[in-house]
C-alpha cells in the first residue's frame, strides 16, 4: 500500500457511557451504529447476547471475588491482633501482678487494636486496588466483546462497509480526487452503491473505488486531495477505547 501523507482519524462516534460495569448498553449503541437496523436481525441478536451474557457472567465473578478476598483479609486482621492483645496482656499479668499485668495489657491491646486497625486501613487500600484493577480489565473485556460483535457482523453482512464509507464521505469536503479503497470482497459491494455515494456528494463529484488488498477487513479508506480518511471498525474501536479509559480514570482519580 503506498505510503500516505496525512491520516486523519474518523472521531464522529456516539458514545453512551454510564459506568464501566454496564457493558451492555455501550455495546448494543455501538452495535445498532454500526450496522443500521435494517440490518440487526434477531439471530444477530441472539449471537450478540450470548456474548454479552457471558461478559456479564465474567464481570460479576470478578467483581465478586476481589470482594471476598478483601473482607477475608480485614477479619483476619482484626482476629489475630484481638487474640495477640488479649494473651500478651493476659501473661504479662500473671508474671508480674494482676494489676501491673492488666495495665500493661490494656496498653498493647490498645496498641494492637490501633495496629489492626492501620492494617485493615491498608487492606481496605488494597481492595480498593484490587477494584480499579477489575473495573479496567472490564473496560478491555467490553472493548473485546464490542469488536468481536462487529466483526463478525461485517464478516455476514457486506453492506456494513457501505455505511462506513457513507460516514466517511460525510467528513469529506472535496468533489473532486476522492478515491476509496476497500479490501477486494467488499469492492462489488461498494460499486453497486456508488450512484448512491455521488448523489449524496452532489451531481458534479468524482468518485473512485478501488481494490486494496493490503488493508484489514473492515477497513474503508478514503483518499482526498489533502490527505486520508480512515473510517476502519479498528480506528473507531481505538477512539471509544480512549474515550471508556479517560472515564474510568476520571471515576477512580
Known amino acids: 500500500m503506498r505510503s500516505l501523507s496525512k491520516v486523519y482519524k474518523d472521531g464522529n462516534v456516539q458514545l453512551y457511557y454510564s459506568s464501566?460495569?454496564?457493558l451492555e448498553d455501550v455495546m448494543i449503541s455501538i452495535h445498532k451504529e454500526q450496522v443500521g437496523k435494517e440490518n440487526y436481525t434477531s439471530d444477530n441478536s441472539a449471537q450478540v447476547n450470548t456474548i454479552l451474557?457471558?461478559?456479564s457472567r465474567q464481570a460479576e465473578n470478578i467483581i465478586k471475588e476481589a470482594e471476598s478476598e478483601a473482607e477475608a483479609l480485614q477479619q483476619q486482621i482484626f482476629e489475630s491482633a484481638?487474640?495477640?492483645g488479649?494473651?500478651?496482656g493476659y501473661n504479662?499479668?500473671?508474671?508480674n501482678g494482676y494489676k501491673d499485668g492488666l495495665q500493661a495489657g490494656r496498653s498493647q491491646y490498645d496498641?494492637?487494636?490501633a495496629e489492626a486497625q492501620h492494617m485493615v486501613d491498608d487492606a481496605q487500600k488494597e481492595k480498593d486496588k484490587v477494584m480499579r484493577a477489575a473495573e479496567e480489565e472490564l473496560v478491555e473485556l467490553a472493548l473485546s466483546i464490542a469488536k468481536e460483535v462487529l466483526e463478525h457482523e461485517i464478516s455476514i453482512d457486506r453492506n456494513t462497509i457501505v455505511y462506513l464509507a457513507k460516514k466517511a464521505l460525510k467528513?469529506?469536503?472535496y468533489s473532486d480526487g476522492i478515491t476509496i479503497r476497500v479490501r477486494d470482497e467488499d469492492y462489488g459491494t461498494l460499486i453497486e452503491h456508488l450512484a448512491d455515494f455521488t448523489s449524496a456528494k452532489g451531481e458534479n463529484v468524482n468518485i473512485t473505488i478501488l481494490k486494496d488488498a493490503a488493508i484489514d477487513e473492515g477497513t474503508c479508506l478514503i483518499d482526498t486531495p489533502t490527505g486520508t480518511i480512515d473510517a476502519s471498525i479498528d480506528t473507531q474501536m481505538d477512539i471509544i477505547a480512549a474515550k471508556l479509559r479517560s472515564?474510568?480514570?476520571a471515576v477512580n482519580g
Open 20 to 22: 464501566p460495569y454496564i
Open 92 to 95: 504479662d499479668g500473671y508474671n
Open 86 to 88: 488479649y494473651d500478651r
Open 111 to 113: 496498641d494492637m487494636i
Open 82 to 84: 484481638r487474640r495477640d
Open 247 to 249: 472515564l474510568s480514570k
Open 53 to 55: 451474557e457471558e461478559a
Open 171 to 173: 467528513r469529506c469536503y
